[in-house]
């Protein structure tokens, strides 16, 4: 069983800046690819951003498209999403997920293995 474990979250005030790490546990990242999603409040869980093996390839919800930016660091085992000028709409529980492809889209069902999640509340 691969395990993820997200980290960086918080409380932030609109306008400001989290950065996300997912680090794996017991296997390496370097054959998966690896997206994070999005359970706000009260909704389903949707994709923001997913990032292929090899870093080239990345795809990003519109609504977050030119403030959040995904990266990887096989060397560290670690998925970063950086996230830059926060909405109060950004609100809610960020998980990160691995699939063992070359690249993957936004949608949940692509995805084997999930961590448990990290909490982002963006609120004045």
């Known amino acids: 069983q691969l395990q993820l474990v997200e980290s960086g979250g918080g409380l932030v005030q609109p306008g400001g800046s989290l950065r996300l790490s997912c680090t794996a546990s017991g296997f390496t990242l370097d054959y998966y690819a690896i997206g994070w999603f999005l359970q706000a409040p009260g909704k389903e869980r949707e994709g923001v951003s997913c990032?292929?093996?090899?870093?080239?390839?990345?795809r990003y919800a519109d609504s977050v498209k030119g403030r959040f930016t995904i990266s990887r660091d096989n060397a560290e085992n670690t998925v970063y999403l950086q996230m830059n000028s926060l909405k109060p709409e950004d609100t809610g529980i960020y998980y990160c997920a691995a699939i063992n492809r070359v690249v993957a889209g936004l949608t949940a069902s692509d995805y084997d293995d999930w961590g448990q999640g990290t909490q982002v509340i963006v609120s004045s």
């Open positions: 990032i292929s093996i090899s870093g080239g390839t990345t």
